[in-house]
Each structure stands twice: as C-alpha cells, then as structure tokens.
C-alpha cells in the first residue's frame, strides 16, 4: 500500500503529505534543482508556474540505457535522472542524489514519462522514496507503469491543496481511471491487485456495451475479450480482460520479468502457453564495443545470462544471437515472422506499436505487467480511443512516410491531439504507401505518445505476409484483416492529409516531437550519418539507402570527407536481401561501414554513437533524446535525406539527380 494513503476511523482513505519529506520541482531552470537536490530551497506549487517545470521528460533522461543495465530496482534507483545533463554536460543528479534528498513528490510539467517503455523509470523514483508523481500530463505506458507499481499521479492544483496541509479523498486520485487500473492503484500495485483477484476480493466482469459502431482497435479488443459472447463490442473506457495472442521481450528487460515471477510465484514458476512469447537478444548485442559502455561489460553478460535462463526456465521462443549475429531487432522479425493481421500483441518495448503496419494491435508494457499477462495468457486493457488520419494522394519524390510521420508530430502531438489515443490510418492515399513504410508509421506512434498506430490492410499487405508465411495464401491472410465500421467515433477526431503537401524534414535535437522542413533548417555540418533501427532497417529503407549512393557513385561522388557513415540491418533476412541486390558492393564503394542486425547506436548500445558534444548526426532512427546516442546533436531525418546527407556532408534533402555535375554548352 503506498504509504501516502491513509484510512480514517469511518473507513475512508484519503492522501496527505507526511511531515518532514520534501517535494521536489524539475524546474526548467536546472539551477533550481540543484539547489533543492542540495538541500538549499524547497518550493511551494503557489510560487511556481507550471510553464516554469520541465516538459517532455523522457525514459532515457529518468534511467540511460547504462542505469538499465541493472535488473534489481533498488539498484536502479541508485542513479535516478541521471540522464538530465546542464548546459556543461555535466548530471545535475549525482548517484543517490534523490535517494538521499527525503523527497516523497516528484513534479514536472506536460507529458512525462514519453519515450521508452522502460519500467525502469517509475522504479528509480519508487525506490528513491517517491510515493506521489505530479505532471500536467503522463505518456500512456508511462503512467500505465505508475499504476503497476502502485504509484500515486496527480495534478499541480492537488499539489497545492496537499502543500496547505488538506488531506485529499484517495477517490480523487484514483477515480478517474477506469474500475480495474483504480482497484491496482489502491491495492498497491499489479501484483497486489492479482493476488485479490485470487483470493476472490477483486472481479473484473466483461463490459456490456451495446451494440455499436467500433473503430480498428476497438473491434480487435472485442474479438480478444475473455469470458464474452461472440460478437460482443466494447467503447472507449470499458475495462476488459483480454486475451494476447503473443508477445517477446528482449536482454534489456528479461532479467527483470524473470525476477519479478520469481518474487511473486516461487523459483518453479511455469507460464500456461510459452509457445505464444519470446526472447531476443538485439538490444545490446555490439554494447562491448562502445567506450562508454565498457565499464558495463560485467552487468551486460549478465542481463544476457539471466534472459537465457528465463528462456531454459519457461521455454519460449529462442531468438537468441548465434555465433556472435542476432536473427534481427524485435519488431522487425515479429512482423516478418508471426504478426497477423487482428492479432493483439504486447511486449517490453514501447516500439511494439510497428507491428501495427500489419493490421495488428500491439503496443508495448512495462516488466511488470509483462510477467503478469505471461504468466496469467491474458491482461487487463482500458479500451483507448482512437484518432483517425485520411490519407489522400500520394508524397511527392523524395519524400518518405518518415517525413509524414514527423510532420504528424510537429502537428497534431505537440498539442496532445495524440496522447494515449490509437493512431489509426486510412484512406485512399494508403495504397501509396508502401508495407515497409506504413511499419515506419505505426513505429512512431509511440513517439508521439500515442496508445499505438494501426493501419488497414489492403492487398499489399496480404501479399507481403502470405509471402513470408509457409503454406499461406494472400487471400487466407486478407480474411483476417480487421476494418473499422461505417460511422465509428474517433474522439480524437478525423484529420485529412494531402500527401503531397508533405516535404522532407528533420527533427532538431532533443525530442522528435520538434521537426523543420529540412529547407528550413540551415546549414548543418554533419560527422556521423547512421541508417538503422527497427525504425529504419527494413527492406525498402536499404533500397532508399542504395538509390542516393549508387547515383552518387555514377557522379563520382562517395560519402563526404570528416563523415561516418553506418547502415545496420533491421534483421538477418534484410541483410540478405541487401546481399542478394548487390548493395553491400554499393555501400563499399560509397564508403559506408555496414554492420549485421541490432539495435547499436539507436539505443547508445553500437557503432554510430557520436563520441563528444560538439559532433553532429542526422540519423533515420525514432527518437533523438540528450544523450540517447550519445553525447551529441542528434537530428532525426528518412532513410533518403539521410544518405543524401552523408554525401553532401551536411544535412540535405535528396532530390533525384542531386549529384550530376551540370554540363555547361
């Protein structure tokens, strides 16, 4: 039970502040922090201006991947944000710096917790002694862990009630979520909430909502619930116990699933269907290599040891490296492999959401909540609502979906129209959009702190997962698509795009919410170029990557002198088609450095990390956090602006012919 909720003598709970702790303002102005971390100011909500306290707080900036080398939650808390850097570089939280500081409130301003879906960054604030989190706004996996853990989330004018010395009703905390996440709020967390549920004190009935037109999510949930009649519907808010069709976790987050059933269930735990799930080994393949990570190596090898004996433990789906290659990044494999279209899939990774270019629900959860549903084959899901983008026309040359998703950032999510809603695409200009690209898409709904993304399904698609799928016909693969009915609400409305508006764009340094037309930008000198990630090492990116530098080479052009350039494959099956077109002899020439499947530099974890803060580098991953690829600037662009810029040695857009040197009469 959190230790802030307090039961008067008429059985009414209610949350005050204990006296003597503090609360602590992630202020905008770092000095701020630093002189509360000290011990020097405490603040009053009545003095601050929420404009004043920090926005966009990301996973990476509450654990770096470093911090997350650490499985046991204790251990993690010990260097809680160290990823907020001043202006010198340098942490403005040291080790146990909030540990030590006797805070049990933690404030900051609109959207906290965006990025990954690392637990780990609700951990190193519960462990710190933070039993209350205040912001304008929570990123949906985010406050979803909060609520696993039992942590308390509110708002600026509770936070000034609560500094007044007023006890609030725990009702006003916890009722605005729906029945069940507020019955695990108040039990203390997830596994507190199950183990009532077993004992018979807690029951979670299937909705009973009238017949209704349902967008794409909705009717996946529906078609998933436990315990429902055929043909039951569901809408937005009903809570639901939903059956999962498949899931994965990988070397960053296994060590803690594991840990954590053996804590709740004993050593000889079992999972009801470990056929449906696996294991990957893809995040921290190539961290040995990199500097900053060798005082690591130790944790690494065993985060690695412990996944591989939760997999000899439980017997899931083995996607382990062997001799030293990992079959390919999560996501990408779990397309090529078993995502379908209607499927419901969930995994430790916020990027899960990519499945969603395959017509499929996935999004990603916390450690906690995957060992729950793992262990349980079923989790407890708040239908979300929905917000819908016609697509109309077609991009223009040289143009790419990762263009249009960055525009959709800078559009719609820097106003929230985004948040916590599934991002559903359609519309004719769908069929212009290649399967590769629209994977692109729903990749990024996390980004922008979106539920998940979803496209529809059209032959397209049927034909490109019938061809990676033994024995099955695109027609058999086109009867599971899943299409939203005529009339469906999407409360986060209905918003037209003219395809060929888009142009090509870049997102500056700091958080991919932020992007320029790339004619906008400047003049940016570039020192590191890297194509690669879930997001961006697909079939079509390598075809993207291959076009700009084969034209370069016919204009006896390479890759820029003082610039690096790397391109990873997204999975063993993309490098072989990269093999089988003959682009490894394209990139050699261009001068590329080409390297096998993995996450690396995307998560600070591989070559193409940028070494010092006065380099630079335009990448075609999906998030460009402080210090998430290094200490660097990092601007996010497409595979195409990407290569171009490698070429021209500073950020650029492609345009077809780019490289010919002009021929004068």
């Known amino acids: 039970m959190n230790p802030l909720i307090k039961t008067g003598p008429d059985g009414v709970r209610s949350v005050a502040l204990t006296h003597g702790k503090r609360v602590l303002f992630l202020t905008k102005d770092l000095e701020l922090i630093k002189q509360q ?343 407890n899901v708040r239908v979300p609502e929905s917000i819908r983008f016609e697509l109309h026309g077609a991009l223009p040359e040289g143009v790419t979906a990762k263009d249009l998703i960055l525009h959709i950032l800078a559009t719609f999510s820097v106003r929230e129209d985004t948040l916590d809603r599934v991002m559903e695409f359609g519309g004719p200009g769908l069929k212009n959009i290649s399967v590769d690209e629209r994977a692109t898409l729903t990749n990024m709904a996390t980004e922008c702190s979106a539920k998940s993304g979803i496209c529809e399904g059209d032959d397209q698609l049927a034909e490109w997962i019938a061809a990676r799928r033994e024995g099955v016909t695109p027609a058999q693969v086109a009867a599971r698509f899943v299409s939203a009915d005529p009339g469906a609400e999407y409360t986060g409305g209905v918003h037209r795009i003219d395809l060929d508006t888009i142009q090509p764009m870049a997102a500056t340094p700091g958080d991919p919410t932020y992007g320029k037309n790339i004619a906008d930008l400047g003049d940016v000198a570039i020192d590191i170029a890297y194509g690669g990630s879930c997001t961006a090492g697909k079939e079509e990116d390598l075809d993207m990557y291959a076009r700009v530098l084969s034209e370069a080479l016919e204009s006896g052009r390479k890759i820029a002198d003082g610039v690096q350039m790397y391109i990873q494959y997204g999975s063993k099956t993309v490098a072989e088609y990269a093999r089988k077109k003959g682009y490894l002899d394209v990139f050699e020439r261009a001068g590329v450095r080409v390297i096998d499947p993995g996450c690396g530099a995307c998560i600070g974890c591989g070559p193409g990390v940028s070494e010092s803060a006065d380099q630079v580098t335009v990448s075609a991953i999906n998030r460009n956090f402080q210090g998430r690829s290094g200490p660097g600037k990092l601007y996010l662009a497409s595979p195409l602006s990407v290569a171009a810029s490698a070429v021209e040695g500073r950020i650029t857009s492609y345009r077809a012919g780019m490289f010919r040197v002009p021929t004068h009469a």
């Not at 011990?39 to 470093?66: C, H, S």
């Not at 130790?298 to 017997?315: A, C, P, S, V, Y």
């Not at 499927?343 to 499929?360: L, R, V, Y």
């Open 37 to 379: 971390l000290a011990g020097k100011l405490d603040l009053r909500m009545e003095d601050v201006d929420p404009k004043d306290l920090l926005d966009d707080i990301n996973t990476d900036v509450m654990t770096p991947a470093w911090v997350c080398f650490r499985h046991k939650p204790e251990d993690i808390a010990l260097d809680a944000y160290a990823g907020l850097m001043d202006e010198n570089g340098q942490r403005v939280f040291g080790t146990r710096a909030l540990m030590d500081g006797n805070f049990e409130v933690i404030v900051s301003g609109q959207r906290k917790g965006t990025g990954s879906s690392r637990e780990t960054a609700p951990q190193c604030e519960k462990w710190s002694g933070i039993n209350l989190v205040i912001a304008s706004s929570f990123a949906p996996i985010h406050e979803r862990n909060n609520l696993n853990l039992g942590q308390l989330m509110g708002d600026h004018a509770q936070l000034a009630r609560l500094q007044a010395g007023e006890s609030i009703p725990l009702e006003e905390f916890s009722g605005r979520f729906d029945p069940v996440a507020k019955a695990t709020l108040e039990a203390g967390g997830l596994f507190p909430f199950a183990k009532a549920v077993a004992r018979g004190d807690e029951a979670v009935d299937a909705p009973n909502t009238p017949k209704r037109a349902m967008t794409m999510a909705e009717k996946i949930i529906a078609s998933h619930l436990v315990d429902a009649p055929k043909g039951a519907c569901v809408k937005p808010g009903d809570s639901c116990l939903v059956k999962v069709d498949g899931g994965y976790s990988h070397e960053f987050t296994t060590a803690q699933v594991h840990y954590f059933l053996q804590q709740e269930y004993g050593e000889g735990y079992s999972l009801p269907n470990p056929a449906k799930f696996g294991v990957f080994e893809d995040h921290l393949l190539y961290a040995d290599g990199v500097k900053k990570m060798m005082p690591f190596v130790d944790k690494i090898q065993t985060l690695r040891d412990l996944q591989n004996e939760f997999q000899r433990h439980t017997g899931v789906r083995d996607y382990s490296a062997k001799d030293g290659i990992s079959p390919g990044i999560c996501h990408q494999v779990a397309r090529e492999e078993f995502i379908d279209p209607g499927d419901f899939i969930q995994a430790t990774d916020s990027h899960t959401c990519m499945g969603g270019g395959s017509n499929a629900l996935t999004w990603g959860v916390g450690a906690t909540e995957y060992a729950g549903l793992i262990h349980a084959g079923f989790t």
